[in-house]
Antibody, heavy 118, light 107 residues
Framework: EVQLVESGGGLVQPGGSLRLSCAAS????????MSWVRQAPGKGLEWVSG????????DYADSVKGRLTISTDNSKNTLYLQMNSLRAEDTAVYYC???????????WGQGTLVTVSS | EIVLMQSPGTLSLSPGERATLSCRAS???????LAWYQQKPGQAPRLLIY???NRATGIPDRFSGSGSGTDFTLTISRLEPEDFAVYYC?????????FGQGTKVEI
């Protein structure tokens, strides 16, 4: 059974940093691309970042480019999202999901809430 | 960036009725890399349709997707009580991957 479990969310001040983790199981993690998708309170879905499983090439939405970094540790089957210079508008539930670049997201984690506030 | 516009914003229907949801893209979506997701309150999205018209694993056949180019449609042939939710389209053929703003299907 495929499982994706996010962790690392919480309350952080504007300008601060946070690292999200997504532990994967039930599939060959290193062979698949992965994505981060976020959802601000009461709003729609926004794709944030993706990492290709084959080439290891990352991609980012313009809204986070230069502030967020996606990476993996294949020995731990874990996806990360390093979040720096956080802003109030980054407040959202962050989901990890499979699928990148040209694949849909069939599997999703339960999400982790990031709140950026003073 | 490909902008996806979903219509209507809200669809008010009754169980047993047919629902037709539209997703229009600002540019052609390459090779029908278009997916539909269902999301219920407090839950992660669930993949329904990929490649424009292919049902994901375990999705009932009352859900169907169609379209190509810039116009795509999700049809729910007979609404069940558990189908009342928000539906999003997503294109994953071009960077950045983008979602529509969602259509809420309510009773």
């Amino acid at each position: 059974e495929v499982q994706l479990v996010e962790s690392g969310g919480g309350l952080v001040q504007p300008g601060g940093s946070l690292r999200l983790s997504c532990a994967a199981s039930g599939f060959t993690f290193s062979s698949y691309g992965m994505s981060w998708v976020r959802q601000a309170p009461g709003k729609g879905l926004e794709w944030v970042s993706g990492l290709s499983g084959s080439s290891g090439s990352p991609d980012y939405a313009d809204s986070v480019k230069g502030r967020l970094t996606i990476s993996t540790d294949n020995s731990k089957n874990t996806l990360y999202l390093q979040m720096n210079s956080l802003r109030a508008e980054d407040t959202a539930v962050y989901y990890c999901a499979n699928g990148f670049p040209r694949a849909p997201s069939e599997y999703w984690g339960q999400g982790t809430l990031v709140t950026v506030s003073s | 960036e490909i902008v996806l516009m979903q219509s209507p914003g809200t669809l008010s229907l009754s169980p047993g009725e047919r629902a037709t949801l539209s997703c229009r893209a600002s540019q052609s979506v390459s090779s029908s890399y278009l997916a539909w997701y269902q999301q219920k309150p407090g839950q992660a999205p669930r993949l329904l349709i990929y490649g424009g018209s292919n049902r994901a694993t375990g999705i009932p056949d009352r859900f169907s997707g169609s379209g190509s180019g810039t116009d795509f449609t999700l049809t729910i042939s007979r609404l069940e009580p558990e189908d009342f939710a928000v539906y999003y389209c997503q294109q994953y053929g071009s960077s950045p991957r983008t979602f529509g703003q969602g259509t809420k299907v309510e009773i």
